[in-house]
């Protein structure tokens, strides 16, 4: 009895050595990974995007019903607000009538200054315009998921961007999703430039809500309240897109609030600037039929074939 | 022996299969782009919970095996470097298995505070190897931010849970 005892005793304690031993093994293969995954790999870079051209479509699916919950009850918000809305919209239609009349002056003035010039145009740039179905920022990363991959047009590099500003860019690119690079997240690097003074410098983001201007001259005149724009150095980023507003200037730290409200962040522009017309031509998706921002059905890859 | 029939198979096999289940839903589940602010931040914090509380309630359920394939999913659908993920999500369920007998039956503010430090120590490794990796100093106060939304999301969660392991799972 005593040695039947034994014996369970000493399976026990092997197999509970076995165990331990594997756990060991595990914890060394997450070793592993994490040398071979070093953020630049392409190995992990192409499983992840496997990974997330499998899940977004779902993603995308389950999403829905809590979007039209969302919506429903933003409507029955708006419903609410429709005199005040109403009014406030009449006065800035009044503005904006005023500022298309000074719009189409200047582009008449522009075409025939062009013309004085002899001015060669730059490339048209073409866009995709992709939902957002997943938001994968964590504390150390910051970046989300689209619906819209090669499929659509869309590839490495491309400047993401809303109607408030640029956003970021693509990071990773799947067949039928992407995922994009926030600007807020700590190894994106934007070339901007002030509006105002010209100073050219670079943002920085710091995986906080607001990114800081970097390599910025000794002399330079950047003040609170100044609007950065892309300066388009480099050649990832068209310039004169708008990126944000200069909020704090404290002991050589200059903090930036973005233009773009991460946090409400929906349908987003992939602008292609690098390939003009490729993405019409050449793919068999007419991007054109995204263009209107306004538009909220989205080009996705599934409906575009 | 009776074999089990096949209702009763597949009705055993969800059971099983529901700490790890779970806790995969919770992380796809916080991934949705919910347009809320900050919510960003959750998915990591909802995981390291759900994989702290299988192992000390259900280890069976919750076997290395489960907590490799959550930390390779959850390292693969966040950006964060590649690895770190798993292999604090594998340190904190070798915690919870050492720390289990002892544990078992202390009251729950004791079980809280040990959560605590553990998730204490699993985001400040996590911080460390994220620095490490991306070769600068992560803004500390992200980690401090995980790890309070863990704190505090513990107790709820774990109420859940408990309930969960209550109704649908047979006692261990």
């Given at each position: 009895m005593n040695k039947r005892m034994g014996s369970i005793g000493t399976a026990a304690a092997s197999r509970s050595s076995t165990h331990r031993f594997t756990f060991v093994l595990l914890v060394a293969f997450a070793f592993g990974l994490m040398l071979i995954g070093k953020p630049d790999s392409v190995l992990v870079s192409r499983v992840r995007m496997m990974m997330m051209d499998i899940t977004a479509p779902v993603i995308n699916a389950v999403s829905r019903p809590i979007d039209a919950a969302r919506e429903t009850a933003s409507d029955v918000r708006d419903y609410f607000a429709l005199k005040a809305e109403n009014e406030a919209l009449k006065r800035q239609n009044d503005t904006l009538l005023e500022w298309q009349r000074v719009a189409r002056e200047l582009q008449a003035e522009n075409a025939s200054l062009r013309d004085l010039l002899n001015f060669q145009p730059g490339p048209k740039v073409s866009f995709v315009t992709a939902s957002v179905v997943a938001d994968t920022s964590s504390s150390f990363v910051r970046s989300l998921i689209v619906l819209g991959g090669t499929r659509a047009g869309v590839a490495k590099g491309q400047a993401a961007v809303t109607g408030s500003g640029l956003a970021g860019r693509v990071l990773e690119v799947g067949e039928r999703s992407a995922r994009i690079l926030l600007i807020t997240d700590i190894n994106a690097r934007v070339p901007v430039v002030a509006e105002r003074s010209r100073d050219q410098a670079v943002l920085a983001g710091r995986n906080s809500d607001l990114p800081e201007l970097l390599?910025?001259?000794?002399?330079s005149d950047v003040k609170i309240g100044d609007r950065m724009v892309t300066s388009g150095q480099g050649g990832v980023f068209p310039a004169g897109l708008p990126v944000g507003e200069v909020i704090s200037v404290t002991g050589g730290h200059i903090l930036v609030q973005p233009y773009v409200d991460f946090s409400r962040l929906e349908n987003i522009r992939l602008i292609d600037?690098?390939?003009?017309?490729i993405l019409l031509n050449d793919l068999g998706v007419d991007t054109t039929k995204a263009l209107s921002p306004s538009k909220a059905g989205s080009i996705t890859t599934g409906a575009s074939e | 022996m009776i074999r089990p029939s096949l209702g009763q198979q597949a009705d055993i096999a969800w059971r099983a299969a529901l700490p790890v289940g779970l806790t995969l839903l919770l992380l796809f589940a916080a991934l949705l782009s919910w347009h809320l602010p900050r919510l960003g931040t959750i998915a990591s914090a909802l995981v390291l919970i759900s994989v702290f509380f299988w192992t000390l309630h259900q280890p069976g359920l919750m076997s290395m095996w489960g907590v490799l394939s959550i930390g390779l999913v959850h390292d693969l659908m966040t950006l964060a470097p590649f690895g770190v993920g798993l292999l604090v999500l594998l340190i904190v369920h070798g915690v919870a298995l050492w720390q289990r007998k002892a544990l078992n039956g202390m009251p729950f503010l004791l079980i809280w505070g040990l959560f605590g430090l553990v998730a204490a120590g699993a985001t400040l490794l996590t911080w460390l190897l994220v620095s490490f990796l991306q070769e600068m100093l992560v803004n500390p106060a992200q980690a401090l931010n995980l790890f309070l939304l863990e704190l505090v999301c513990y107790p709820p969660l774990a109420y859940v849970f408990a309930w969960i392991e209550r109704r649908l799972l047979p006692t261990d």
């Open positions: 390599y910025l001259s000794r002399d600037y690098s390939l003009p017309g | -």
